[in-house]
């Protein structure tokens, strides 16, 4: 089944709405960030990322963002165009703003931690001048960062554009993306979550991005609860994610389909998943049914947990279907479905 339909008279694919950041990777790593002192930049930033990884499954991408007006500008777009990423709605920043720096510490296969220079910082100057609706009109697609909205002008920008996006039939797509960085307060985040989702055809988050999101509409649902509430909202789809438990997707006829991470042998714990939101939307865009892309993501998402960056190892489509089919010649045909 069909669960939603995109406009195929549109040329783009998908825009996306949020942080480009520098990502700095350490290669001395398994030891603690202080000891590093080695390290390699990567472009970075959740959406970022995963229009990276559609470009490479074919999709064509473009993005709304603002960038500091220096040399990290400079590095940060040019990737996006040798990805063939649209950088015509990626705006400089005029009073000095930053992209913001993440230094990611990799103590272990499985601990993890980020640290974030965010100060006066330039994706959140997106402004609502910024979006235009022609741009979103000739899209098929809009993916939100949740992220984009935890300060002005940029959470004005996303809801400007969520409802340009609505009136013009294209769809959204709502990725949570909490970060507990520039947000306030909880009442906050639940607020302008809660304010996209309800207008989202597709939404993914874990289950504390939803307990967040939905905090002042009704506490302590359970993963059915939260779909069968946000279908009633509108939403088509609802993803819920649990770690090394795998997700599940909840589809607006009272269906779900769940699917469990591939083995692999990790190297960091971060970065899986924005491999998993460009798979699985990779094959949304393609028709496929819901658990081909439940598997098609998950599989991605192990394989940037096996990777050193978050956005240069990004695979393509036939890198992903080789690994599928590795993984299951090796542990069975049913390795990641439940």
């Not at 995963?50 to 040399?71: C, M, N, P, Y």
């Not at 994706?123 to 910024?130: E, F, G, V």
């Not at 190297?267 to 939101?277: H, I, N, R, V």
């Not at 081909?292 to 991605?300: H, I």
Request: net charge negative.
């Amino acid at each position: 089944m069909k669960y939603i339909t995109f406009d195929e008279t549109r040329p783009m694919d998908l825009v996306l709405l949020g942080r480009i950041a520098v990502d700095f990777n350490p290669v001395d790593y398994f030891q603690p960030l202080e000891d590093c002192t080695t390290f390699k930049k990567y472009v970075g930033g959740s959406p970022a990322n995963i229009a990276v990884g559609v470009s490479r499954h074919g999709l064509k991408a473009g993005f709304f963002a603002r960038v500091s007006d220096d040399q990290f500008g400079d590095f940060v777009t040019h990737f996006f165009e040798k990805e063939g990423i649209d950088t015509s709605r990626v705006r400089r920043c005029e009073h000095g703003e930053k992209i913001g720096l993440t230094f990611t510490e990799i103590l272990s296969r499985d601990e993890s931690s980020i640290l974030m220079y965010r100060n006066c910082i330039a994706d959140l100057q997106l402004c609502p001048a910024d979006i235009d609706e022609e741009y979103i009109r000739n899209a098929k697609a809009i993916l939100i960062s949740g992220t984009a909205l935890a300060a002005s002008p940029s959470r004005e920008a996303a809801l400007k554009a969520v409802m340009i996006a609505k009136r013009v039939g294209t769809r959204v797509i709502f990725d949570i993306d909490y970060r507990a960085y520039n947000w306030t307060c909880e009442d906050e985040i639940s607020i302008y979550y809660s304010m996209v989702a309800k207008n989202a055809d597709i939404i993914m988050g874990s289950r504390e991005e939803f307990d967040l999101t939905e905090r002042l509409i009704e506490p302590g649902r359970d993963d059915w609860q939260s779909a069968k509430a946000w279908h009633e909202a509108g939403a088509k789809i609802v993803i819920i994610k649990h770690g090394k438990e795998g997700s599940t997707a909840y589809t607006n006829d009272g269906e779900s389909y769940s699917i469990k991470p591939f083995p692999v042998d990790a190297l960091k714990s971060f970065g899986g998943g924005d491999g998993y939101g460009s798979g699985f939307l990779y094959g949304l865009f393609q028709g496929w049914e819901m658990i081909d892309c439940l598997e098609f993501g998950s599989a991605e998402a192990a394989m940037m947990v096996a990777a050193h960056s978050c956005s240069q190892d990004l695979p393509g489509t036939e890198q992903v279907k080789d690994f599928i089919r590795d993984c299951k010649e090796k542990y069975g045909e049913m390795v990641a479905r439940v």
